[in-house]
């Protein structure tokens, strides 16, 4: 029993902050992927989770391997941000499974940013970079809440989204009619 007590106290209250680095990981993933499931989007709260807490657990495990097995006087040392960089190809690979060409249009380029965005939520998670992060899901929530709103107004929209949109609603019209 005693051995079970001191492997809790060395695995969590010792490495306490890690779990707290994981769950506020797991939130703002949670948060990413509730405003891309509302909308009905190919990835949901599920993905953004996984990325989210992957990233911030791949990232957490990096820093502190480089510290557990470099030897200073040796000539063994490890780079922290090494299998930071892996994941960033690997965001490209996911991405890029969402991005899907129909015609002339384009469909999930946002879902494969906020999959790249999402992995870099992690990896500043991990890193340690709660303030920056969270304020960075946030001001990017609002700014899209904001382009959105210019969107519907067309106020944001470019000339030939414009075009685009009055001829759906010409054709629309003419069904309609007909």
Request: proline residues 2%; charged residues 20%.
């Amino acid at each position: 029993m005693e051995t079970l007590h001191s492997l809790y106290v060395h695995q969590v209250l010792d490495h306490m902050e890690m779990y707290i680095r994981i769950i506020i990981s797991a939130f703002l993933g949670l948060f990413i992927g509730w405003d891309r499931s509302f909308k009905n989007k190919p990835a949901g709260l599920k993905t953004y989770l996984y990325t989210c807490v992957s990233c911030t657990l791949i990232t957490i495990v990096s820093i502190y391997s480089a510290e557990a097995f470099s030897k200073a006087n040796s000539g063994k040392m490890m780079d922290p941000m090494r299998l930071a960089a892996q994941i960033v190809t690997g965001l490209g690979f996911l991405g890029a499974g969402l991005i899907m060409k129909d015609g002339v249009k384009v469909k999930g380029l946002t879902s494969a940013a906020m999959i790249f965005f999402a992995g870099g939520v992690g990896i500043g998670i991990g890193a340690g970079f709660y303030g920056i992060v969270i304020f960075s899901v946030f001001i990017t929530f609002i700014l899209a809440k904001i382009s959105l709103f210019l969107e519907k107004r067309n106020l944001l929209l470019s000339p030939r989204k414009k075009k685009d949109k009055k001829e759906k609603k010409a054709n629309q019209t003419y069904e309609a009619q007909g």
